[in-house]
């Protein structure tokens, strides 16, 4: 995944730092819309349930949880992933929870009042939340539970991964050594910091995993 030498000229196509959280569920961001969808999903499911398939430091991930990311993905980013890529998902994104907690924890009026403020930079109002997901079959308390959590691990990861401006201006130094003449360091900061903290993220998912208990039922069917 290392782009190493290939930053040249991309620092105005640099994409959001949100692309860090690849491997987890989006937090941000239309929410509005991507609600009803995922509360179709959930109530068609009958929420989180049905068969365990693994476990994750003892914490159950289920087959109707696989069966949601792959509709969360599916809703933001508009293509599919398989039960593997889903799974693989819910393991990374339980791992990091287990490690966000309890620092990162938000309760629910934190939760409620970021909540709020997502809904009203698109045009809309948790009384106009609360009455859709009513209308889906979703008891209110229990998405804000999943939004809390989803905020928990995303602000634990802009910590964790994060790269300050001396390390990205060290990782600039080596490119110009090796490479030559490069654009302004300002013009390529924000696309090596992108870099790095993938870099991190990556790190970081192989560290929490090399240190957690994950089985994987295969005897499925």
């Known amino acids: ?16 730092r949100l692309r860090n959280r690849k491997y987890m569920a989006i937090v941000a961001g239309a929410v509005a819309v991507a609600v009803l969808a995922v509360a179709l999903v959930l109530s068609n499911t009958g929420g989180p349930g049905g068969e365990v398939i693994a ?10 949880d696989v069966v949601n990311i792959q509709a969360r993905h599916r809703i933001f980013h508009g293509d599919e992933i398989d039960d593997t890529q889903a799974l693989e998902r819910l393991i990374i994104e339980e791992l990091v929870y287990q490690e966000a907690l309890p620092d990162y924890m938000v309760d629910s009026e934190q939760a409620e009042q970021e909540l709020e403020a997502q809904l009203e930079r698109d045009g809309f109002t948790l009384e106009w939340l609360k009455s859709e997901l009513e209308r889906g079959g979703i008891v209110y308390e229990d998405f804000l539970e999943t939004f ?7 602000n634990y990861l802009d910590d964790a991964v994060a790269v300050t401006d001396e390390e990205a201006m060290e990782r600039y130094e080596q490119y110009a050594e090796n490479d030559g003449e490069i654009p302004p360091f300002e013009d390529v900061k924000l696309q090596i910091i992108i870099e790095m903290e993938e870099e991190n993220l990556i790190k970081l998912i192989s560290k929490l995993k090399g240190k957690a208990e994950i089985v994987i039922h295969t005897n499925r069917g």
């Open 148 to 154: 809390g959590r989803e905020l928990a691990i995303g």
């Open 55 to 64: 476990t994750v430091n003892g914490h159950a991930i289920t087959a109707d």
């Open 1 to 16: 995944m290392s782009r190493k030498g290939s930053h040249k000229g991309k620092a105005k196509s640099a994409p959001s």
